[in-house]
């Protein structure tokens, strides 16, 4: 249950630094609400997929989310000027922010687990429509 999150917030990480150092890829927002849309495109679904695939799938999501963030690190001269300094500190703030998502999404998904089949498929067709207007705006 907790293997996604954690391993969301690794690999968003990991991005945000290499954001944070520069590395731009092209579409990277295209990518991001993309995965938004795919994510409720498989919860439409309803099947799980294996595990390792499932981790490959929300670290490659979390990477692009990451250098989004790191992208948009405000550079001072906070921490002595020290880039490390600043970095942890950005990073400890959107970081403790998606841990605290990442709970809520799992309770979240404890309740609507219990709910009927409508309600959840509704709360997965409002996430693929919100990763496709994401998408039409990038």
Same mark, same amino acid.
């Given at each position: ?83 490390? /300094?600043?970095?942890? @500190?950005? =990073? ?6 998606? &841990? +605290? *998502?990442?709970?809520?999404?799992? !309770? $979240? /998904?404890?309740?609507? @687990?219990? =709910? ?6 509704? &709360? +997965? *067709?409002?996430?693929?429509?919100? !990763? $496709? ?6």
């Amino acid at each position: 249950r907790w293997a996604g999150p954690a391993s969301f917030l690794a690999a968003m990480t990991a991005g945000a630094a290499l954001g944070a150092l520069g590395l731009a890829l092209p579409f990277a927002e295209v990518g991001i609400a993309a995965s938004v849309a795919v994510l409720g495109v498989m919860l439409l679904a309803g099947r799980q997929m294996p595990a390792p695939a499932g981790l490959v799938l929300i670290a490659l999501a979390a990477s692009l989310h990451g250098l989004a963030h790191g992208a948009e690190m405000p550079m001072s001269d906070s921490f002595g000027g020290s880039f490390a /300094g600043s970095f942890a @500190a950005y =990073a400890a703030g959107f970081g403790l922010t998606t &841990a +605290a *998502l990442h709970v809520a999404g799992v !309770g $979240l /998904g404890t309740v609507l @687990a219990r =709910a009927q089949a409508w309600v959840w498929r509704s &709360a +997965a *067709l409002a996430t693929t429509a919100a !990763g $496709l207007a994401l998408m039409a705006r990038a």
